[in-house]
């Protein structure tokens, strides 16, 4: 089993930066693919970004490429979304995934392992 806690989330200006954290306990985590995954009021859990093993390939939802980048230390056992150009459609609760995939890496059902997610909130 692993325990995940996010942290980093918070009030941003349209335009600005954020980096979320990704803490991991209870095991390391450099066998196991990780991603992030946000969800707004009344909408659906969506795929923002993952990092498959020990990386580094990464993957990108359209939404965010170019603007997002997810990376991991497994000395730290932590994995990280440094988010720019933050627009207020980014605005969600942020979680943190992980696991031997189960399915496709953009599903949040391939994932067995979450953390309670951080908010971000972009103003305009």
């Known amino acids: 089993q692993v325990q995940l806690v996010e942290s980093g989330g918070g009030l941003v200006q349209a335009g600005g930066s954020l980096r979320l954290s990704c803490a991991a306990s209870?095991?390391?985590?450099?066998?196991?693919?990780m991603g992030w995954f946000r969800q707004a009021p009344g909408k659906e859990r969506t795929f923002v970004a993952a990092?498959?093993?020990?990386?580094?390939?990464?993957n990108y939802a359209d939404s965010v490429k170019g603007r997002f980048t997810v990376s991991r230390d497994n000395a730290k056992n932590m994995m990280y979304l440094q988010m720019n150009s933050l627009q207020p459609e980014d605005t969600a609760v942020y979680y943190c995934a992980a696991g031997f995939l189960r399915g496709f890496y953009a599903s949040a059902s391939a994932y067995r392992n979450w953390g309670q997610g951080t908010q971000v909130t972009v103003s305009s």
């Open positions: 209870g095991r390391t985590v450099s066998t196991l693919s």
């Open positions: 990092v498959r093993g020990s990386g580094p390939n990464t």
